[in-house]
């Protein structure tokens, strides 16, 4: 039993924080040896007393033990709890701090949640269609096959033969699948005609995806032999809108162009191949005709790698074969090569460049949020030297005012990081809402884990880039100079220089976004002006797909057109109306290969490499607006039975007959001895693949005399005297009342058309020049600030030297020369890093230099400009000081 004076000394040990463990046994010690001289003058010897002390003492050591655990939790919670209370107390200061000073708070935590937001929400889209993994099964060993041609092309699809081919002789892959592109057809059966838009694979290609069916299955091995079922896979959104989403959609009969269809599987919400407006899959099976055709290059080629198998392996297995199929079949695989290529690098290669570009130009615009921010904090460090001095004066350690500071920038980064949850969020619509629908796997961009996890590092980041410095400097106060008014320990040399330094950076940065900016701008605006070749104005463009099993062979589809035109021109406000398989941008690239009457080419193959072919009506040049330079347009008398006539462009022309006359030649798509195609007549050049693809060379044959009697797609374009797009219900109806289980394709102006092959180019530079006017206002806003605080802390010099007899011009002049310094340094390193960098932008500019100097010297001049104003203001208002009150107020 623990005598009294023991409970005692525990209790001691307990709440006087000063008694150790150590000091604790020293005391129980004592007290032990006191006990034993009273057990001796008890009538104990001093053995016996000292003995009986020993053994007290051996007792009591458990409860030193656990005395000893509670002291160090003692002093373990007791530290703990200091530093709560320290923490507890820099946050009420801090919140009560930031409250004082409402407008810093404001401005501060808006800048931030702006650099924040959108830099999280540019990420999201950087990290789904770049970084995250793709939606199928072990999609690193999904690869790519193309053909690259004797032409150069790295990227050339593929002919069935050598599909076939590398199917059977290839190793170093598990499986092979092959897809061609998508197209539009007619679903009828259901409550009206309706376009949806599908692709034929290969049934290997999902078990390469790894993919299976929602509902049902996906193609067997047995449907891959010719003379199979008709069967069709569908998506989940086909399931839904077409089928009503019923639970058991296996074996129902869907009608595709007038064929019946059996539903076999419907594939789960997340596949989208191989893109998103993609709704059914058909099953393209290879007989023996496939096997023999090498001139028809029409499929992508998909594969797995083997477990444990490199793509550098896999090309030189694929090489070897591409040089075996070269040496057995010179006449159509001389000079073809193959190449392999990751599936995901290819996918995303078009717009690699454009979204890196955006991620480093919207981190940019952090850093100067940042920048900017901390300017702010400097400059309100000025304001509160004499707080810090006077705390520094009462004992308060360095490292204790550098928390308080922090403790303030923490506070600033989580209003910030709340704030910037809501700009993520409509950044984030915003940015889908216009993304352009061309980017691929832009369906997997969502804000997740990944995606906050970086907000809440930016805002990390964000925070020490903020806080550290100002707090650094604000904790280095000298007390004598500021207690004694003597001077501003913060317009410090270090001070000035860091303060400068980061208004030096915005506009440097600002210069470097705005030079970028007005690049693509430029860019954008030579490229709306490129001549179409045609004229746009007033042109409509409507889609159809007549079905093949109604509409077999010409004659049934020509008669078909033919009534499509005398309805289409008998519309109101139709000045013009002809037919054409082959419309801009939208149309079937068909290519012809022929052979020059008199000059075969040499080689195993005479004809020369294929060019785009376009079926077109009389009237269609006339139409489109398209001048005929040389010979004749096409005539009513240019029909099957007919000599069968062609027309060139102007490239083709001077390809081939440069400086010279063509009408009259002789062509021959199928070798020396014939049939032939007399060129009647050159066209002028046409921008047929977008505003950005220079004119290629092209053939024109008459529509009436077109060689694919399969060919049931054609496009009707529509000149108006007004508005086209009110001529669209007409149109419609018109259409319907010829066939009504037709369903129009698309219905859309030219303009619109190539509009929409500008898209990325849009996107970019609206997002680069938002980022850029975003930066110039926080520098223009930085110098501002900056200026007007310098201003109040040397409102007193100014008073001094309007006492001396300054005049406001003078005084107006040395404020601004120290702002335009600061502005002009800034534009001089902007300039210097756009000359380094803007060359990153060379591949998203149309016909601009990315060292153009009227952009440069444009963006330097406008910079300047508004900080002047921004120097000015503040400049101003401190001349308009009266001495009498500065001096007086100081």
Known sequence: MIRPGIRRLFRLALYRRELSQRDLDEEIRLHLELRA???????????????????????????????????????????????????????????RSLGKARGFTVVAVLTLALGIGATTAIFSVVDGVLFRALPFADPDRLVLIWETSPAGEERNIVSSGNYLDWREQSSAFEELGTHGGSFGITLTGVEEPVRVMGTSASPSVFRVLGAQAMLGRTFSREEEAPGSGNVVLVSHGFWQRHLGGRPDPTGRTVVLNGVSYEVIGVMSPGFRFPSPEVEFWLPRRFDADDRNSRRAHQWRVL??????????????????????????????????????????????????????????????????ACANVANLLLARAVTREREVALRTALGARRGRLLRQFLTESALLALLSAAAALMVLVFTMDALLAHAPPDIPLLQETRIDGRVLLFAGAITLGGLLLCGLLPAVRASRSDVQSTLRDTGSPFATRG???????????????????????????????????????????????????????????SPAHLAFGERLLARARSLPGVTAADLTTEPPIVGYNNTFSFVIEGRPRSGPDPREDPVPLRPVTPGYFRTMGVPIMQGRAFEERDRPGMPAVVIVNAVLAEKFWPGQNPVGVRLSREG??????????????????????????????????KPWAWMSWMSLMVRTSGDPMQLASGLRREIQSLDPDLALERVATIHDIYGESLARRRFTTLLIGGFAFITMTLGVVGIYGVLSYVMAQQRRDVGVRMALGARVGQVVRLIMAQGMALALAGVVLGILAALALTRLLSGLLYQTSPRDLATFVGVSLLLLGVAAVACWLPARRAARVDPVQALRAD
């Open 37 to 95: 001289r009273e057990l001796e003058r008890a009538g104990l010897s001093p053995e016996q007393a000292s003995a009986e002390a020993q053994r007290r003492f051996g007792e009591m050591g458990e409860a030193r033990r656990r005395l000893g655990a509670a002291v160090r939790r003692r002093d373990r919670h007791g530290t703990l709890r200091e530093l709560l209370d320290d923490i507890s107390q820099d946050l009420r200061y801090g919140l």
């Open 303 to 368: 594969a797995r790698l083997r477990s444990g198998t490199s793509v550098d392996r896999a090309q030189a297995e694929m090489s070897g074969i591409a040089a075996r199929l070269a040496s057995a079949y010179p006449e159509w695989m001389n000079g073809w090569g193959v190449r392999v290529v990751p599936y995901r690098a290819d996918l995303v290669r078009d717009v690699r460049p454009l979204l890196l570009v955006l991620l480093g130009a919207v981190g940019l615009v952090l850093l100067v």
């Open 495 to 553: 001070h000035r220089r860091l303060r400068n330094g980061l208004l030096v950076f915005e506009v440097a940065v600002s210069v470097l976004l705005l030079i970028g900016a007005a690049l693509l701008t430029r860019s954008f605006a030579t490229l709306l002006r490129v001549d179409y070749g045609f004229n746009p104005d007033r042109l409509l463009l409507v889609g159809l797909d007549l079905p093949y099993a109604r509409y077999q062979g």
């Open 672 to 705: 020396p001895s014939g049939p032939w195609l007399e060129i009647v007549g050159v066209a002028g050049d046409t921008r047929h693949f977008g505003l950005e693809a220079d004119p290629e060379p092209a053939l024109y044959i008459p529509y009436a005399q």
